[in-house]
Structure formats: structure tokens, C-alpha cells
């Protein structure tokens, strides 16, 4: 049993971790901290928790939380956890950060794709990026978890196989279709129900900041310089994330499924798509929502000489707190699937 | 451990049930029979399920489930479990039905509400209604479960405890919601997206199946010969149910929670919605899908002198599956709270 | 060709009226007022006029609008109107309000239902209730029109033929579900998409606002002391409201349809929902959303012996701008159909 | 005032047809024919034209209704016009046909993309391709007219004007996001809405049929020969399109807007989405619903060096009756914007 905290717990990610994390049997929830809701109950802004916790958000600094717990997790947005995690690193304390301030190995990335210069270039080779398929070798050794993007662990599932095929372009276009709860329960007019409701919102369409991150991993598995013309928009629904990926290279279909199993093998949270009988034909964010699932198949475009790859997730699941907690788990010698073997929430 | 059977398993219910229960470390289960899908994978069926049972469906027979398995549970559709059940008692299996054939206790009211005489009226007494708040003590000796219907579900959790208060009006208005789940997978030209969506379909506005087991059950509590005036729409979501119901008495806010709190001791999967901070002040389906809760609020008018009382649910789980499953649980000493101790799912 | 003014045209009801008047043969609008986006293109706020007005929203006060119109509307919130109304019947102007302030005869009610004294009682005489099919000889003659409550509204189209009935209980329960465009254009967190999908919120259970004018109409039309037991729900669309209310009478299915066929007669905007091969056998919001009518139908309990009335309008145009138009287009002789002749958008 | 005929006027498309025809001031509707609703009310099929005419669903045959009208509309499956047409022609009558039969100018494309010979060349020279933006002077004089696909006319709108800049690369890729009526009103399992709702489905993620249509045109406009690397999906929404269209091509923001200006003039259906304040930065489903507009947006990608640019229309009108109606309108010397000047509904 670990003693954990999680900071910037009134957010949905800070929820969704709360949400998975209730059922841990070697976790326990020491602080769940929150600056615009403090000694609320967590069940007030969490309504799924109500009944299951009598959890208060508390007011703990970071360095508070970090001096009672053995793993902090910060659920802070972009650039505000690097403003502790060098103080926090001084503690001992294990991190899971959620935030993209510590994804990227190069420094130099951060001015041009988040604003702001990274003082920390030592830091980021501390950090591991948490994408266990990926990565499951470091994260046993790790202390510091870096955890993926939720656009870009979508991409990533469903173009890493890819790579090793001849591409006829480096460029691979990803079109992501994105739910609400992607952009945060912050309040801002345009996010209103009568406003948003049967909207596709390209949100993003060019320079999302997920870009990097998608580029260094393909980098990592392929040792290609891919580019990802990237476009983000949001959709009438909540949860999950549909990335649809243009390949520009050609085989046929067995050895393209040979390339996926081949690739991943027993993981047990990445499923591939390959029944035309069902009525979900290719991934669908539908039949993963509520689960840690990454659901990855493909179409193959002879006329365009292209492979069209699909990933779908939970956004906050697998795109969130579901690889957190993975990456937890595998720090931990835990059994890895604890908290997250799940079927989705079918159907919803 | 027990080895179970699930008959109609392509459904929605069969469905939740195989859902719910791939986790439940006491159970087995050996079949899931589909006429309409035999021997295709349930995945294809149930997508969720995809990457956690290789399980295919069974063209057995009900008796020849019966005859490997502890525990049958029927999915099937009203008027079918009975043309069953006969048989399967002489068997010795233990049955848990989904449908309303052995919810009431008196067989006359089978012809005025199902359309079909019932000749079993001894069948009848031995069917413990499973609902577990009301017949916890009966279920644990049971050998056969009728599981209450969704709509009913909500009525009679909201309404039961409050039936006690002095009423001006025998007649209980209900009005009820329900998601699109609730009519089940059957194919109609009414069901297809585009004329679904955006609508609220008044789809029973009189003399709804579920009125005569609410009335049984409320009598069952009060000993008060209750007439529910029940409406049933079907809304713009999938999952959940909203029941809105008008009890014709008055008392203090104090008293009522009062009699909340009494009626529902330590139930674990009955919430009271006390938070008037919340976003969520009344129960509302949007914060249990996913879960076993049944959510209870009201709210007093006083210019009608009225309680207004609401019952939320999910209709697949508290409503259905949940409920059976937990019955299940009491039956076998099982922890009641196997496989339905978790948060719902939120936001979704 | 009159030349008319919209005050308080930013939020969605001051939408609706421009979105309708933009083709209006005999109405030229000269001010649309907004505090809060003075100066910004209309089509800014309302983007389905981009394309169609260069106006800009004016910061004209209303007595600096008055000065140049003939007509004043008055989209204000309640209690808003009456602070500017006495005033501006000194300019000559016409006006029609959508607010509540001049809708009651009783001005005792607005302490208790609105929480303000209302000062003006000789105001409240001169106003008409812009119902067009209960007052519409009135409104030929009128200065003043009070625009109905869009519940209100749903309400009295689908109770008040029925009351020629014998009835067995006065009171009458309505069950009222709501599109999110029902409660405007401001900003609170609950209203976030993310909060607010597949919700059923019970927004107002008791204590309605629209309950004191609804009992003023239905006494209007059948001289009988009415009470109305409201709740009211907010669901997961945008526009549409149906009410389903609970009328405590009897009579048989061709009486009842004769009823409804002699209250409304010619009546252009009440359709009655008698086609039970359609697949919308009740009034249903879906397919009236973007028109001016009212559906109207209902279903016998013979059980309870009720009758079930349903009412479906759109909320921003039977159930405010267009009974607000229509009310224009009698008082000023013109077509009364103008601008509301068209067919709803199906499906959507 | 002509006399028209709507054949296959039961689907979507022909009730669209209907729809916005019903308040035409120059069309007389002679006959609505449908095979399997023959002599039932429109009104049952299509109810938002309930109340607005009275008219039946005829059986007769094309032939048949040709006889009695000046301009047949045929809303039928691909492969189906086209055993009407070649005796239709003879009969003088005038046709807009909606399906994909005659829109491709080179036979040869038929048997790659639709599956079936085509043996009337010479006709396939004689049908105007229905886009009056491209073609506006050839319909003044048509006597027949193919209506350009759904996707086809977000695309083609949407990329042709950027067509004029240097492109590094031939392919273009549309990410296409389609309502579900795009996909019609017939049955089929994975379309009833417990299964549909929270999709996002790549129904047709490689060669899609539009693909030929939106070359030929952008080589009409361009010379250039392009191929369209187009995948569909069908969303959580009922009406709408959103293409997201990569082309490969680079200037600045000024040089893009005056091309789309230069390119549009004074079309008075397509509307350049430039305010940045708005809630609606880039074109939205949601704000063209119900309309004729074509939106049309771009963002400038500087790191992938491409032009993002986005369409959206509502698919049933500007992608089908609309620009069908514009058409006819063009032909029969109407006023162009007859029927077709309506502002969105806004908000839905």
C-alpha cells in the first residue's frame, strides 16, 4: 500500500484519476488538493465519487503533499508544473506529472510549441514518457513519469506499427475528433451547452501542441523524422477521441495485421479491429468510453497509395489517468492492470 | 464459484449482465445463448467485451443450460421466461429472471397488463421480487428472483419511504425518462438515429407494464393501496432514467430527509442528494450511469402541497443487471458488493 | 412597413426575433441594443444572420430607441422590463415585452412569484397576453402585448380545450421538459457542455414562475379555479419544450378530439397529432423545432381516469418570439403568417 | 409557375426537396411518388410538413408523372436514375436528378467507383453538374442537372479557390464529419440510436464515391490534376457537414482571404468565416444547419507548410435540395434565392 496525492484535484484529470484510483487496492488517497474548492467535499464536483468517499479537497501545497506521501500525481495545466517539480524532486517524492511540461527530451521544443523557455533540460531526461507499450522497461526504473497527451497517445498507438514500412512521404496527416472533456472544465461562453451542442469546433486545426511529443515517439520506435500535420476538433460528445492518420505507404492486409500483432503483441489495453461483421467496423471512441482500451485498425486506399490507421480512445482513460495509473502500477510491481481491466460502458 | 447461464445474451440486459459479471471473481460463466448470433463471438455483439472473453455465443437451450450451471438468468422477453421456467425448476437450477412473467404476486393481473393469463400462480409465490433494500432477508433464502423493471425501479426507491406521511391523494404521479437503452436492440424505423435523436418520445403515457409491480411493492412497505399514474418518455441519450413522481403530502425538510435516512439505513447503493452547492442539486441520470446507485432527492411545494420526489438510475444496472446481480450476491453470501461497487461515470 | 426596435438583442430570445424578422416583407429593423456587445456586427453573436444583416448592435437606451421606432421589443430579464416600460408608453410607442413583468392581471402575484411588488397595476390592464388564439380580437386593438412563458405556452395549448370537461381534481400535474436554449445565453458553470450532456436536470421542480399566468389563462378560458403542480426539467437538445400534464377527467377518444377540433378551429399553428401510424404517435419537440406550431395530443388512462395532454412547441418561437411576431402581425394588420409559415426543420 | 414531380420523395432528400419547396412562390408540387408509401399523407413520413399540405404519395411511375410536369426531380439510389432517364428525355420533361448517375463526365469513372457500366455517355455530356457557383452560366440553359454530392460540394467549395497557389503536392486530403442523415432513412441495425449515439464512425474511410466528382471539378476550375484523399465519417449529429481539407500549398493570410474573395465575389451562399471573437472561428455545422451557406475558413499551418481549410454546410440543403432548388431556380429565370434565403437555426 502507497500513500498518494493528487494535485490540481478538482479538474476532470484529477477526477478521472480520483474515479479509477477509488478501487486501488494498494493505493490510499492521502491528499486531493484543490485551490478554488478547498475543504469542499471531492463528491461535490465529482458526483461519481458521492457515496464512495468522505475525501475533502485539501488546501496542501505541493511541497505540503509531497512530505506525507510516497507518489504525488499533478493534474496542473501547462507550465505550472515545472514551478514545483524541482522543489518536489528535492523531497524523494515519486511524480506523475500530467501536464506536457515534462514530455519533451528536447528543450528547445518548449518555446517554439508551449511559450515558454525550459530551464530544467536535465529534468527532462529524468522524466519517462508514460506510454507503457512503449516504455514499460524504463518505467520500472523510473521515479519521474511524464504522462502522454491524449491526441497524441491515439496517434501514437496507430502509427508506431506503421514505420517500418517504405513511406512515400514523411508527412502523416492525423484529423483528431476530440470530446468535450478534453478542454477542461474551465468556464469560457463558447463552451456552453447551447453553444456547443452539434458542433464539430476545429479547436486546433494547425500547430497543436501534442505535435512534438507524437513526432519524438515515432522518432523513438521508427528512428524516422515523421511530421504530423495535426488537426484538432471538438465534437458532440464528452468522452473519447477518434484519430484518423494518413499513411502514405502500401501493403496488403495480412501483412499489415502481422505489422499490429507483431508490434503489440499480448498487450492486454490495445485491441485490433478486424471484424466487418460487427457494427463497429473500425475503431469507434463509442466502444471504448470507460475503459483503458486503444483500439487501432486501418483501411487501405490503393487508389491514394495510402494506409488510413485509426485510433480510438478514452480520452481520459488511456489518453489520461488510465496510463498514469498503468505506468503506477509497473513503477510499483503492482499487477499492471489493477484499477483499469474494465470493459467500456457499452452501450452509452 | 459458481457456474452460471445466461439465456438471451445478445440483448442489452443479456448484455450488462455478461458486462458486469466478467469481472465477479465467484462466478463461472459457461453459456451465453443467442438464437439470432449463435456461435458468432459475443464481442461482436457486446464490443466492450472485446479483449476480455473469447466466449462465443451458445445455441443451447434453456434446459440444457440448466443442466452444467448453479444459476440461470433468463434475458428474455416478457411472456418467454414463462413458457421456461417450469421445466427449469424441475431441474433444481437456481433462476434469476429479467423479465416481469414473475413480478406480481397476483396472477390476475397479468391478462390486464401482459396481455397473457398466467397459469402458474404457485411459481408465482416462490419469485422473490430483487429488489434488495425491500426483500434483503427473503433473497437470502431464495432460490428464484424476478428482477424489478427499470422504471419501477426509480418509482419505488423515490416513493417507498416517504408513503408513511399522512397522504391527501392515493394517486402518485410519475413521470419518467428514460434513455433509448430501455427499448432494448430490437430493429424499427423509429429507432434509426435520425428520427431518435433530439426527441422525447411519449412511448407509454398510460397504462405502462410497470404500474401494477410499483403498486405491489409500495403496498408491500405501507400497506397503502397506491395508484400510480405513470408516464414513460424516451429521451436523447441512451442510458439512465429520471423519475419524477408527485406525492400528495406535506412535512418539513428535516422530517423528510428524516424519513430518507431511516427507510435507507446504510444501504450502500441508495444516495441521497442533500448538496444544494452541487451542479447536481436534484438526482439526475447524468451522475449514475455507469454505476449501482439509485439517487434520491426531492423537493417540497409547498403551494400545491406536494412532495416531489426523484428517483436516478442507471436502467441497465440499478435498473436491471445491478440489481440481479446483487440479489445473486445475497443468494450465495457472496459480498453484496461484488462487481457494482463502482463509480459511475463521469462526465460522460 | 413599420420601423421597430429590439432591445436586449444579444441573448437568444432577441436572436430569435431577429432570426425570424430578417425576412419579414413589412418590418424594417432599426436598433437591435446590447450592453454588453455595443458596437460588435450582430452576426458576431448570432452567426446565422452572418451573411444576412450588417447591423451592429446598438447602445441606444430604450428611450433614445423609442424616440425613432414604432414598435419597441423588449428582450430584457424579468423585472428589467417594468423599469423602463412606464416610461416609454409616455413616448406613444407600441410595445411588446417577453418578459414576465406585464404578463399577470393580479399584480399580488409578482411578490410571491417574482419576488418584486410590481407598482404599475393600471400598466398591467393595458397589456395583452400575445397569445394569438385566446386573444386574438384583443390583440387587434392592443398598444401593449405581454409575450407568454414558452412552459406556459405548451401548457395552455394542451390544457385548455379539455377544461370543458367535468373535472375530479382542480389541480392539474404538468411535467415539463426543456431544451438548454430555455435558459438563455449566460455563463455558470453548470451549463458547460461537459456538465450538462445527457443530463435530465430538474432545474425548477416547484414554484415555476410560468404557474400563476397559466392559471390566469386556464380560468380565462373555462372560468374554473385551477392549480398547476409544475415541474420542470432541462434535457439534453437545445430547442423544444414538451409538457405532458395530467387531467383529472374522462370522456371517450372522438369527444375528446371534437373538443380539441372546436377550440382551436382554423387555427393555422396548432396541429393535433392524430396519427398513431406515424412514427410520432404524441407531439414530440423533434419535429417542431424551427416552427411556429403547437402540437397537440393526448392519451385516455382509463386506469387512473385521466387524461394525458401533451403539448410540443418550439421554445423560442411559439414559446416566445414567434407568438411575439404573430402578436405583430395582428395588431398591424398584416399577413398574420408572416414570417412563421415555415415548415420545421426535419430531421435535425 | 411550373408544374414539378418529385420521384422518390419518401427518403430524406426527397422530403428535403419538399421541405423547402413548400413556401416556393413559382413551383407547383404535382406529385410526390414513393413505391413504399404509396397514397399515404406526406405529412406521415415527412412531419414537419404536417399542417402545410394535404398532399398524398403517389405511385405513379416517372413516366408517368413526366407527363403531367414541366421538371421531374429524381431522389433516387445511385444506379436506379439511370434507367429512368433515357426515356424521360424523350418525353421533353425537364430533369434535376440527386443522385450520382449523371454528375461524372467520363463513363469510364462509373465502373471503378459505382460498380456499374455506364452506357450513356452522350447523356453523361448533356447533364450540367448543379454547383452555380462553378456553373452558373451552363445552368441558365440546361434542361438537365446532376446535384453534386454532399461531401463533393463542402469539399470542392472549400478547396478550389486556394487551387490558383503553387502546390507542393497533388494529393489533397479531406477528413470528412457527416450527420446521420447523410446516410439515409433506411434500416439497418448499426443505425438505431442506443447503437449510433456517441459515434464517430469511419464509414467510409478509403475510396469513397464523392472522390471522382470533386476531382473533375477542382480540374474544371484548376486544370490541375488533383486527387482527393478523402475519408468519411458519420458523426454524433443528424444534419451537417464539416470537411477539413490539407493542401499543400503556402501564403500569407491577406494573399488567402483575397483569393477566396476573388474567387466568390458576390455569391451570395457562401460566406468567408473571418471574425476571430466569434465563438465560430473557423466554419461549424452548427452554424450553417437549416441554411443554404456554404462556410468556408482556412488556418495557416507554417509548420507543415499547408493551407487547413474547412467547409461546412448543412448536407441536406446546400449539399443536396438546396443547390438542386438554386439550380431550378437559375434555370426557370426565378429569383435565384427563392426558397433558399433563410438564416440557419440557430441555436440547435
Not at 45 to 67: C, K
Request: proline share 5%; glycine share 6%; hydrophobic share 40%.
Amino acid at each position: 500500500m502507497i500513500k498518494i496525492g493528487i494535485v490540481g484535484a478538482s479538474g476532470y484529470v484529477g477526477g478521472e484519476l480520483l474515479r479509477l484510483l477509488s478501487n486501488h487496492e494498494n493505493v490510499e488517497i492521502k491528499y486531493a488538493t484543490s485551490n478554488s474548492h478547498k475543504n469542499e467535499k471531492i463528491s461535490r464536483i465529482h458526483p461519481d465519487l458521492y457515496g464512495l468517499t468522505d475525501l475533502r479537497f485539501s488546501d496542501r501545497t505541493p511541497m505540503e503533499v509531497a512530505q506525507d506521501v510516497d507518489l504525488i500525481f499533478l493534474a496542473l495545466p501547462h507550465g505550472t508544473s515545472i514551478k514545483y517539480v524541482p522543489d518536489l524532486i528535492e523531497t524523494g517524492v515519486n511524480i506523475i506529472d500530467m501536464s506536457a511540461d515534462f514530455r519533451l527530451k528536447d528543450p528547445e521544443k518548449y518555446p517554439e510549441w508551449y511559450g515558454f523557455e525550459h530551464n530544467y533540460p536535465d529534468l527532462l531526461k529524468k522524466f519517462i514518457y508514460g506510454m507503457p507499450e512503449l516504455h514499460r522497461d524504463q518505467i520500472k526504473n523510473a521515479k519521474y513519469i511524464a504522462t502522454p497527451g491524449c491526441i497524441a497517445s491515439s496517434s501514437i498507438y496507430s502509427i508506431a506499427p506503421f514505420l517500418s514500412l517504405s513511406l512515400n512521404d514523411n508527412i502523416i496527416n492525423v484529423d483528431a475528433k476530440v470530446g468535450s472533456s478534453g478542454s477542461g472544465s474551465g468556464l469560457d461562453e463558447s463552451k456552453i451547452f447551447s453553444e456547443r451542442f452539434n458542433s464539430i469546433r476545429a479547436y486546433k486545426p494547425v500547430h497543436h501542441r501534442h505535435t512534438p511529443e507524437i513526432e519524438q515517439e515515432l522518432k523513438y520506435v521508427s528512428n524516422k523524422d515523421i511530421k504530423i500535420a495535426l488537426s484538432a476538433h471538438s465534437v458532440n460528445m464528452v468522452r473519447g477521441i477518434l484519430t484518423t492518420s494518413s499513411i502514405y505507404a502500401m501493403d496488403d492486409e495480412i501483412k499489415l495485421w502481422s505489422l499490429l500483432r507483431d508490434f503489440y503483441g499480448n498487450e492486454k489495453f490495445v485491441r485490433l479491429m478486424m471484424d466487418k461483421k460487427s457494427n463497429y467496423k473500425y475503431p469507434d471512441p463509442k466502444i471504448v468510453i470507460g475503459s483503458n482500451f486503444a483500439d487501432i485498425g486501418f483501411a487501405i486506399d490503393k487508389y491514394i497509395k495510402r494506409i488510413v490507421s485509426f485510433g480510438a480512445i478514452d480520452n481520459m482513460i488511456k489518453g489520461a489517468a488510465g496510463n498514469a495509473i498503468q505506468s503506477m502500477n509497473i513503477m510499483y510491481k503492482f499487477n499492471e492492470y489493477e484499477s483499469l481491466i474494465m470493459p467500456s460502458l457499452f452501450p452509452v
